[in-house]
């Protein structure tokens, strides 16, 4: 089965960095596209970014210059670096793929960003 799973969350000091990954079993990795959305206390869950098959990068604004997503084939994963973190970064982030008209989700990872 499709399974999908986050690491890399943690506490962070604004300015920092973190590195998420989305590890992906069940299904052909490599010809999926993997969206990675992010969801505050209080507030509606939005895409942050994703990649295509063909690694292909599409960002929100807000994370524009300062995350960069990336996947490694080889590994089955997709990567979210993210730099320069501000407080308004904290969300849990999730992964999701969509095979054969259907969605599967990670559990999510928390990334709290405070000093």
């Known amino acids: 089965q499709v399974q999908l799973v986050e690491s890399g969350g943690g506490l962070v000091q604004p300015g920092g960095s973190l590195r998420l990954s989305c590890a992906a079993s069940?299904?052909?990795?490599?010809?999926?596209?993997i969206i990675w959305y992010r969801q505050a206390p209080g507030k509606q869950r939005e895409l942050v970014a994703d990649i295509t098959s063909g690694s292909r990068t599409n960002y929100v604004d807000a994370a524009k210059g300062r995350f960069t997503i990336s996947r490694d084939n080889a590994k089955n994963t997709v990567y979210l670096q993210m730099n320069s973190l501000k407080p308004e970064d904290t969300a849990v982030y999730c992964c999701?793929?969509?095979?054969?008209?259907?969605?599967?989700w990670g559990q999510g990872t928390q990334v709290t960003v405070s000093s």
């Open positions: 069940g299904y052909s990795f490599s010809i999926y596209p």
């Open positions: 999701k793929v969509i095979v054969h008209g259907f969605e599967y």
